[in-house]
């Protein structure tokens, strides 16, 4: 089994601006990472640069107006009429090389799609993830959506069974309008909630309509869920609907954001249970696309994605440095001296009304959802 991670460095050095969340950079501190651990120049596992998608590959599901608007931006003109898109915000500033960006970040996604209709089983598009675009509108620093570019891609391919998966914190509010009525398309999303979190959506009755009812899948979580309440609400709802779903294709956005330490969020995890999901996602088809998404804690994040892509690569870490002098640590890792984090589990009330709002969402879904799939 071959797997490919897409890197470029040049679209790790874009830069959103030195007082905002998002850093590509974080690409290549994983990178780094997974050089140190000996996840690269292995038999199975290889390194790619990501293709550039066209102005023609962006209209697939981008207007033309909006995909001009980020042209035009490019160019070094503004107009007024670029905030209705969501352009010039504070979450999607106008910024140097923007278009060049977008083009680089979406053709790593269909490049992705491109080496698994080759017969690659598992590619990792690290820089890509970019779940809340619309079709003419920017936001959640999302300017183009590059995961509704490959999935359109692959239903065109032929895919009448793509199953898409998003562990990210920030419900991915893109996709699921995008294929809210089709039937081809399973969303699946576990996130913090719409109440406390942006984008606001993502409740467990946004379950599809006309064909594609019952193909939509909401988990929203409560601030302060931890490893144990987030696997098993994995394991309650996702596990039986992927199997009787039986997906050809896996999209799946890893964003890293949900872990303890994320500023941006309120979620509890540690990457022990980020790994074990990803895990049971490798397994869940015969070929996934994975994608970065958010994680704006750059070290966590970073060690995150390396374990990630250990899971979709199928080797396991290999320290050479263990045991020297001064070691060889890597931002967080020097809290636990591994790639892995301590065991975390919330406590007090905490606690209680997260356990409590997951049995109450997955009961939910139990009977509204799974009766629609014969479960």
């Known amino acids: 089994m071959e797997s490919v991670l897409l890197f470029s460095d040049e679209l790790a050095r874009f830069d959103y601006g030195k007082d905002h969340p998002f850093k590509p950079v974080r690409a290549r501190k994983t990178l780094e990472l ?55 915000t504070e979450d999607n500033p106008l910024l140097p090389d923007l278009f060049r960006w977008c083009c680089g970040m979406a053709g ?29 509108r920017a936001e959640g620093f999302c300017y183009v959506n590059d995961i509704c570019l490959a999935i359109l891609k692959a239903l065109d391919a032929g895919y009448r069974r793509i199953a898409y998966v ?37 409740f467990e009755n946004e379950i599809g309509q006309g064909r594609g009812l019952g193909f939509n899948v909401n988990i929203p979580l409560e601030p302060g869920t931890d490893d144990e309440v987030y696997e098993g609400a994995f394991e309650r709802i996702v596990v039986p609907v992927l199997g009787k779903f039986r997906p050809e294709l896996l ?11 994320d500023p941006l969020t309120h979620l509890k995890l540690t990457n022990n249970a980020y790994c074990s999901v990803v895990h049971r996602l490798v397994e869940a088809a015969p070929a996934v696309l994975a994608m970065g ?33 001064g070691g060889m640590m890597f931002g967080p890792e020097m809290e636990v001296g591994s790639l ?36």
């Not at 576990?190 to 993502?202: A, D, V």
């Not at 589990?345 to 997951?358: I, L, M, P």
């Open 251 to 261: 999209v799946a956005q890893i964003g890293a954001d949900a872990l303890i330490s």
């Open 108 to 136: 790593g996604a269909l490049t992705g799609l491109d080496l698994i209709r080759q017969g690659i089983r598992r590619v990792f598009h690290i820089l890509g993830g970019c779940h809340h675009a619309g079709p003419e």
């Open 166 to 202: 998003d562990i990210d914190a920030h419900h991915g509010n893109g996709v699921q309008d995008a294929f809210y009525g089709e039937d081809r398309v399973l969303v699946v999303s576990l996130h913090e909630t719409g109440r406390c979190l942006y984008p606001w959506s993502g």
């Open 293 to 325: 998404g958010g994680g704006y804690d750059v070290f966590r994040t970073a060690r995150c994605w390396t374990l990630a892509w250990s899971e979709l690569s199928g080797l396991k870490p290999e320290d050479s440095y263990a045991g020297l002098v």
């Open 340 to 375: 892995y984090d301590r065991p975390f589990r919330s406590q007090g009330e905490v606690r209680e009304r997260a356990g409590r709002e997951a049995d109450r969402v997955c009961a939910y879904l139990e009977e509204n959802l799974f009766p629609l799939w014969g479960l």
């Open 34 to 88: 997974c050089d140190r651990y000996n996840l690269l120049d292995r038999p199975g596992a290889s390194l790619r640069a990501p293709g550039e998608a066209s102005r023609e590959d962006l209209c697939r599901f981008h207007k033309p107006d909006y995909v001009r608007a980020l042209e035009e931006i490019e160019q070094g003109r503004f107009v007024p009429e670029m905030l209705g898109y969501g352009l010039g």
